[in-house]
């Protein structure tokens, strides 16, 4: 299944209605990891890819000195 088949058959099943935005970071990060393992299982690698470095981008940053 291509990246695209993949987006038009989830644009279908989720019609028009857009989803709220995450309350937390954590919820965006569940989101996200949902996301990749469906990419994963789907072999959708270029999807997966960007859906790795949003991950990496969403994760929280602990500074020496500071709590998240």
């Known amino acids: 299944m291509t990246m ?3 987006r038009l058959s ?3 099943a989720r019609g028009r ?3 709220p935005p995450p ?3 954590a919820d965006l990060l ?3 990891l949902r996301k990749r393992a ?3 299982n789907a072999g959708a690698d270029d999807l997966e890819l960007l859906l790795r470095n949003q991950i ?3 994760l929280p940053i602990q500074r020496e000195g ?3």
């Open 4 to 6: 695209l088949s993949l």
């Open 10 to 12: 989830r644009a279908l």
């Open 30 to 32: 569940v989101t996200l």
């Open 17 to 19: 209605a857009e989803p």
């Open 66 to 68: 500071t709590e998240d």
């Open 38 to 40: 469906a990419a994963h």
């Open 23 to 25: 309350a937390s970071r």
């Open 56 to 58: 990496r981008w969403a």
